[in-house]
């Protein structure tokens, strides 16, 4: 099981690689498309002295866009510490000595690091590692309804369960 987890984390830690690139490689449009959106809307803005209806719509278009940047940025803000919470409250009760440990800490750019009894960033072991990966995937949000056919599902993120639920649960990736 705790092999299979390992795996499952260097496939996701793959994954996620993948994305970054691919959300690195739309960087310089976005900033090159928001330059134009910019230039365009101040434009607008000196020719609205003749045109009302053009400098309100420019107006407009600036306010969605600053709108929709700081909602994306509260939102991303807000998941992240929520995730943390939870991943640090589930890693707390996967340990052996959870006095030990604050729990986790998702920064800005989402590393994560585990945090001593004193607030401080500490280094874990492999197994370390495996724990913090399944605190994460347990806590992570779940649209999934729950899994009929087990006693206990999947999606409750409940620790004290885990490994019985691995032998009752139908969903794909677990043994029946």
Known sequence: MIRQLGEEQDQLERV?????????????????INKQQDKLAGILRRMGGAQPALAAEAFFFEYVGTLLT???ERYQERTRSEV??????????????????Q???????????LVGQ??????????????IALSLILSAPSSEPPCAAAPWCWTARSPDSIWSTAQTCSRPGFPS
């Open 103 to 113: 729990g986790l800490r998702i920064s800005r750019d989402y590393r994560v690091d």
């Open 84 to 101: 943390e919470k939870a991943a640090s409250e589930m890693f707390v009760k996967l340990v052996h000595d959870p006095q030990a440990y």
């Open 118 to 131: 004193w607030g401080e960033a500490i280094k874990t072991s492999e197994g370390g590692k495996q724990l």
């Open 70 to 72: 700081r909602t994306i």
């Open 16 to 32: 996620i690689e993948q994305y970054e690139q691919s959300l690195r490689g739309f960087k310089p449009k976005q900033d090159q």
